[in-house]
């Protein structure tokens, strides 16, 4: 079956240190995104890809930052820079441009510092 | 720009009795909505969507929900509820610049009472 593949599913990060989310997808879908949840504020947006090698910031951009080197993959870096990093992390893909096409979610990682 | 909002942060019904979550939307453009529930510390899976054929939409599970261009909302109903019910829900709108980035509420929290 067809989906979308985050590792790993809780995550611990000490001060200063970066980390790195792993989202795969074998759905064929041309873009992917990153989200982030935190407690009674839904999902916000980190970062998006519509293509191989491109990417654009979402809405909450700063402390973080991706790569997007093979269509199935997409992994999120949380840099030192980001000094709030607990949240729920959710990766999603879609089909490019059928933006009546619902985006697929993986199962998602938890992140916390210790 | 798109918005939307839930009503209720949380919602409590018995088991047997009618679900519905409300969720109001502000769009420039004819919207594309969808509802999505999550379980705990799993990703979200999609219940339906509207893209602007029939106004009322049916699910999985049960659910369906009712577009209604005059009062700009997209309530999700399921007549009878049933413990396996108890999840968050959320409504999102997507995002009319053609970027695919989907727009969603706070989250309903549904709880189901024996």
């Known amino acids: 079956d067809g989906g979308i593949t985050q590792s790993p599913k809780y995550l611990f990060r000490k001060e200063g240190q970066n980390v790195t989310l792993s989202c795969e997808q074998n759905l064929n879908h041309d873009a992917m995104y990153w989200y982030r949840q935190d407690p009674g504020q839904g999902l916000r947006l980190i970062y998006y890809?519509?293509?191989?090698?491109?990417?654009q910031k979402g809405d909450i951009a700063e402390g973080y930052s991706v790569s997007r080197e093979k269509k199935e993959s997409f992994p999120l870096t949380v840099t030192s820079a980001q000094k709030n990093p607990t949240a729920f992390y959710l990766c999603a893909s879609s089909i490019f441009n059928r933006w009546d096409q619902p985006q697929h979610f993986g199962d998602g990682t938890r992140l916390s510092i210790l | 720009a798109q918005s939307v909002t839930q009503l209720g942060s949380h919602v409590s019904v018995s088991e047997g009795a009618l679900v519905l979550l409300r969720c109001n939307y502000s769009s420039s453009v004819p919207p594309y909505l969808f509802w999505y529930v999550q379980y705990p510390n799993q990703g979200l899976q999609l219940l339906l969507k509207y893209t602007s054929a029939a106004t009322l939409v049916k699910g999985i599970n049960g659910f369906e929900a009712e577009f209604k261009k005059s009062e700009t909302s997209f309530h999700l109903t399921k007549p009878s509820a049933h413990m396996s019910d108890a999840a968050e829900y959320f409504c999102a709108v997507m995002n009319g610049s053609n970027t695919g980035k989907l727009i969603f509420g706070q989250g309903t929290t549904l709880q189901v009472k024996p």
């Open positions: 890809s519509q293509i191989v090698n491109d990417f």
